[in-house]
């Protein structure tokens, strides 16, 4: 059986920040996965700026599984790499090409479930997927507990898999020069000191790659994520002389070059050659003011209540958007749970509700009289006995939220009502809050199509789910709440022609 290796790193984009470290994660990952000498002839790159274009791209990869399915024999393990931008549509990773266009989502990337379709199609023993990128997933917020990760459940498709990605969903992944710090950190991760002939097992990498982010300084910034399934004991590659060689040649060439966050450049003179200085600057970069926080808040604001929705939309429903109270709002307990789990991430103080229950607490009570009871327990030197007793106490509930700051605004209700002549389509309501802290934002809304309960009368669902998006705070955070509003009405929308 064979081993295979798809290599795919994206630079340039036209609309996007260029990320030049990403050509050259590929490029590196291409010499260890040919150094290995595992995968034999069977390492596909697709790493030139023409190859890298969403429709060429992708045939490229179709081509490449087509290639794979023809095969006589069956596959030991089919390895994929990434390096480049990342998004998430709709809880979906998505990888993009490097004409990425938000018109042309579907067109200009990869997504993960798409990839894990390609391939289930060669059925390998070990599925191996390092996606170095920004932004693998999306939180959830329903009843009190979480939707299951879109990697948890791929992960069930394979018989045994590796999936090691480079950041969470809230987070940047940093890139550095020449590399970036998550593919550095997975080279490294093979040459350190073992005697020749060492078997180094992917569970070993991730090990390596989880304990060097944990040591660094700014690493909250960035945390590497694992997915496994099988025995832990499948092995990348034997440790061997030749192969330390070529990651130290490799690595010195960046040893003097201070890393940075792909959005957020470092002050070069400022930092000088101090790696350490270099990354509590970038740290620094990332942090606001409350003026700046109020400003970006208030784009948002603008973004939502400004937003335009498409003619479709614009055939079927009128809308109004209010500034309103969090109080307003349907099951915003949810929200002020939530934040109670994350106490002290975010400017807000947690208002509680004092609840009254009722319990079995135990009660020594004397014993007295002459009974039987009373002589034997005197025997044996009890004075006491046990006994349970109802006791009415109290306790906090958390019930809402509050800045501790003062924002532009505190909520808003986005109301949709349908034309009249559209008397049986629902009308529906999108609710958003926030919470922000020096480096983050986290995004609430609740989707909410009402339930006509009698004639030209409509009552809010018992039970609202509320979505959850944290990201870095900065200038990007409007033009996410408006992908928000995208995917509200897209919803709605498809929801409407399944009737």
């Not at 894990?116 to 997933?137: E, F």
């Not at 909250?220 to 002389?241: I, M």
Request: hydrophobic content about 35%.
């Amino acid at each position: 059986m064979r081993n295979v290796a798809i290599i795919l790193g994206v630079s340039q984009y036209k609309t996007l920040k260029p990320l030049q470290a990403c050509k050259k994660d590929a490029l590196l990952l291409k010499s260890i996965v040919e150094e290995t000498g595992r995968y034999g002839s069977q390492v596909f790159t697709i790493l030139e700026d023409e190859e890298t274009q969403g429709q060429r791209a992708k045939a490229r990869i179709a081509d490449i599984f087509r290639e794979l399915k023809t095969a006589d024999e069956g596959y030991d393990e089919i390895l994929f790499y990434f390096s480049g931008h990342g998004a998430n549509e709709g809880g979906e990773f998505l990888m993009l090409f490097s004409d990425y266009s938000d018109t042309q989502v579907n067109q200009t990337s990869l997504k993960m479930s798409e990839l894990d379709d390609m391939l289930r199609s060669i059925d390998p023993r070990v599925c191996v997927k390092i996606i170095d990128a920004c932004h693998s997933g999306t939180d959830y917020i329903k009843n009190s507990a979480s939707v299951p990760s879109g990697l948890e459940a791929s992960k069930k498709s394979f018989n045994a898999c590796y999936f090691m990605h480079s950041s969470l969903s809230s987070e940047f992944s940093w890139t550095g020069r020449p590399y970036s710090q998550f593919t550095t950190a997975f080279a490294e991760s093979l040459s350190t000191d073992r005697p020749n002939g060492t078997k180094i097992r992917f569970k070993d990498i991730e090990d390596y790659i989880s304990d060097d982010f944990s040591s660094r300084v700014g690493s909250k910034q960035q945390t590497p994520h694992f997915v496994h399934q099988g025995s832990l004991t499948d092995v990348f590659c034997d440790s061997s002389e030749a192969l330390r060689k070529l990651i130290s040649e490799a690595l010195n060439h960046s040893s003097s070059e201070e890393p940075e966050p792909s959005e957020s450049p470092l002050d070069n003179d400022a930092a000088g050659s101090n790696p350490v200085v270099a990354l509590i600057l970038a740290e620094s970069a990332l942090y606001r003011s409350a003026q700046e926080a109020h400003k970006i808040m208030l784009d948002v604001r603008s973004a939502i209540k400004n937003f335009q929705f498409n003619q479709t939309w614009k055939h079927i429903f009128e809308c109004e958007t209010h500034d309103v109270v969090l109080s307003s709002f349907p099951d915003h307990r949810k929200l002020a749970r939530w934040l109670r789990k994350r106490e002290g991430d975010f400017f807000v103080g947690i208002i509680d509700t004092i609840e009254t229950y009722t319990t079995e607490k135990p009660y020594q009570r004397p014993i007295t009289g002459g009974g039987t009871f009373a002589m034997i327990a005197g025997i044996g030197g009890r004075t006491t006995t046990t006994e349970w007793r109802k006791v009415t106490e109290e306790r906090p509930i958390p019930e809402s939220f509050s800045h501790t700051w003062t924002p532009p605004f505190h909520a808003l209700h986005l109301e949709c009502k349908p034309l009249p002549e559209f008397i049986g389509v629902p009308p529906c309501n999108l609710y958003f809050t926030f919470a922000v802290s020096r480096t983050e934002v986290a995004l609430f809304f609740a989707e909410v199509r009402l339930k006509e309960t009698s004639f030209d009368k409509w009552s809010i669902p018992p039970d609202i789910e509320w979505k959850v998006q944290v990201w870095p705070l900065n200038d990007d955070v409007p033009a996410q709440a408006e992908k928000a509003l995208v995917d509200f009405q897209d919803r709605v929308l498809q929801s409407l022609t399944k009737k």
